[in-house]
């Protein structure tokens, strides 16, 4: 049985429901969620860093709030598009592929990690890496800003300026950027993570912050988990 994550949060987006239903369902809303989730990697980052606890789910953990943030902004722009095009369109589409399913073992999953990995000088000791892309995305806060002011007709600039047709195209690209600086954070501490554990037990505790997550963004909004 494979547990397809994505579709998962886009249920949740669903279910809160399309852009107006009610005042937390606006671009504003989901933008400050997004970089409130952005400080929370970094806040695990620094506790790394400096060699303290971090959460119970750590950067992973946060990674995937942030991700879950991008989908419900996603769902937000394009509210009749599935979960896999939604994924297609942000470039995340693969990430189901790696997490734990009954009928993947542990060879396979090693071998998945070492092509994901392939060519990449990654060290689990500084997360240097995972600082630039936090640097990254910060800047990418930016581009989204503007992205949802557009949304809202507070700014003069259009999106011909940055060469799209129209608001959604360029509020899609935009999430499509920041999810590939987020997905490099999510394999890193997924590649950690694996190496302080057996695989198999590793991909279901993902799947269950994964589940997890998306659970309490339920709770916090009122819909049953």
């Known amino acids: 049985m494979k547990i397809n994550l994505l579709e998962v949060s886009l249920k949740t987006a669903r279910d809160l429901g399309e852009m107006g239903c009610d005042k ?12 409130e989730e952005l400080s929370e990697i970094n806040e695990e980052l620094e506790k790394k860093i400096k060699g303290q606890e971090c959460g119970k789910d750590g950067i992973m953990g946060e990674s995937i709030d942030f991700l879950i943030s991008i989908m ?3 769902y937000l722009i394009e509210p009749k598009e599935t979960a896999e095009s939604l994924a297609k369109k942000l470039n995340i589409d693969d ?29 689990i000791d500084d997360f240097g890496v995972v600082s630039q892309k936090i ?23 259009k999106p011909e300026k940055y060469g799209f047709n129209n608001v959604n195209e360029f509020m899609i690209s935009v999430l499509k950027d920041m999810t590939y600086q987020a997905r490099i954070i999510f394999e890193v501490a997924y590649k950690e993570e ?32």
């Not at 937390?24 to 970089?35: D, E, F, G, W």
């Not at 189901?96 to 994901?116: I, S």
């Not at 279901?204 to 988990?225: D, F, V, Y």
């Open 24 to 35: 937390y369902r606006n671009a504003p809303y989901v933008y400050q969620k997004i970089t």
């Open 135 to 157: 640097s990254t995305l910060l800047t990418q806060v930016g581009n989204l800003s503007i992205a949802v002011q557009m949304i809202e007709g507070t700014t003069y600039k």
């Open 194 to 225: 694996c190496k302080l554990q057996e695989m198999p037990e590793m991909n279901e505790k993902m799947t269950e912050i994964w589940i997890n997550k998306t659970a309490k963004w339920r709770k916090s909004r009122g819909l049953p988990e």
């Open 72 to 74: 419900d902004m996603a």
């Open 95 to 123: 990430i189901t592929n790696k997490v734990w399913h009954e009928n993947v073992g542990l060879k396979e999953m090693k071998l998945e990690l070492e092509k994901m990995f392939k060519g990449k000088d990654v060290s």
